[in-house]
């Protein structure tokens, strides 16, 4: 097995008959179809999600693909919905007085336990900075101290975006261990009871309205193994003015412990307050599902590239000018469309000497669940999946002269990308807000996991027409009005003549491997290096 040396590129113009199969106006129609309101939003568990799953199945086996799940294209998913019936104020008391907060204008509180009543009553407080355990950092916010039952303040991101110090984590760029779903399981891990974690707008990558939309619905999980007892019984965020007034209320500056809080030797500090909060949950499992499909290999049809994106989005939610469809337009109607056109340009071509799979996944907006559950079952073994890309909101801005990697620095899929954009006329750029973490916001990481290098990567910001001040400004702007809201819908405003050249860039780049003998390799120091390694071993 050859790793790393013998990946090369197709030849420029190579597949111009293929690209031919991938046009703005197919994209458009497949984005169209997928975020209208018809869909309701495309929330797991929904009408919206049979709507869905019957457009790509129909798509995928219109255009002759397999099916990969035995004879079916659908991977079963099994889900557990908490939707909050009911929630009291966040209480904190401290020996001079107590103070409410309400749910959404102050904080938001959900339960993820299997019981529909949940109760946190008078638990002891603490804040304990990031709330990260981190041996290779030699970071341990927890050392030294018991948290069961207690209730947990942390802070979003981690101290290298603190302090923007590249020597301290990864510096300004976010690492897994300053997402919140990390935070969220390290305190599970360490039996607390309660968990808040601080929102701030640039720390967080997005503002409290995006907070809000996704954690005032219903929501959704995989099964637990253990009936999700050893969660907390609460979990939720709160504004940053609301953790002032909590460490005012305990004698304490929040500002001067944050900014403590981003050193090392940091301890935790009791702040003798105790917090109290309920929820009421309807309870309900269902089956949602990934749609899997094949183009079976010629010559090595047991070596797998995977292409990816998440077919789902929000659903509906709070009402916005009158609206309550989350469409999701961008995100990811337009993945999806991506995915589809691929297919057809693969089936359009000479099938590819490796197996080429096409996933859309589901309840990535409810925290990577679907692409989580194929890494824990996965349909292809790992130690036979050559690599993976990622397709999660194209470029809808027209053509960029720039493509940005997500998370750079981590696999020899970058330098295929690289090559890719010498020949096409691109530059590759540096991720424009590394301190989002969006290398641990989508699909590809929970692959990356298990040791398979999965890209993601699209365009950029200088826009060929306008020119990078306008193309920043239009990504900022999405980010700031539409993310996460009803307003991320079809307009004939989008121009997805720019997600062509995103999709013909991973066409070309897949059937480069799909039609190689190359295994790309994780760069040495890379985090998933040693897990690859040893998945390889054992597969042989």
Partial sequence: MLLGTALTLVPAGWALAQHAAITAEDLTEHVKVLSADAFEGRKPGTA?????????????????????VGDSYLQRVPMVEFAGVSRSPLTVKGPDGAK??????????????PEPEQALTDSEVVFVGYGIVAPEYGWNDYAGLDVRGKTVVVLVNDPGFATQDPALFNGNAMTWYGRWPYKYEEAERQGAAGVLIVHETKAAGYPWTVVVNSWSVPKLDLVPPDGGKSRPVIQGWVQQDVAREMFSLAGQDFDALAKSAAQRGFKPVPL??????AVTNKVRTFDSYNVVAKLTGSKRPDEVVLVGGHWDHLGRGPAMDGDDIYNGAMDNASGIAGLIEMAEAYVKGKRPERTIAFIAYTAEEQGLLGSEYYAMNPVFPPSRTVAGFNLDGLNPFGP???VVVTGAGKSELEDLLARWAADNGKVVKPEPFPERGGYYRSDHFPLAKIGIPTLSAGAGMDSVAHGEAWGRAQAEEFTRLRYHTPKDEWSP??????????VRMVYDMSRSLTDGTGWPAWYKGAEFRAIRETSLKEGR
């Fill in 48 to 68: 919206g999600e049979q709507k869905t799953l019957d457009y790509i199945t129909a798509q995928f086996r219109a255009l002759g693909l397999e099916p990969a």
């Fill in 400 to 402: 960029m002269r720039d």
């Fill in 272 to 277: 003798k307050l105790t917090a109290s909060a």
């Fill in 493 to 502: 405003d989008m121009d997805l003549t720019g997600a062509v050249d995103d």
């Fill in 100 to 113: 409410s907060y309400d749910f959404v204008t102050r904080m938001v509180t959900v339960s993820r336990r």
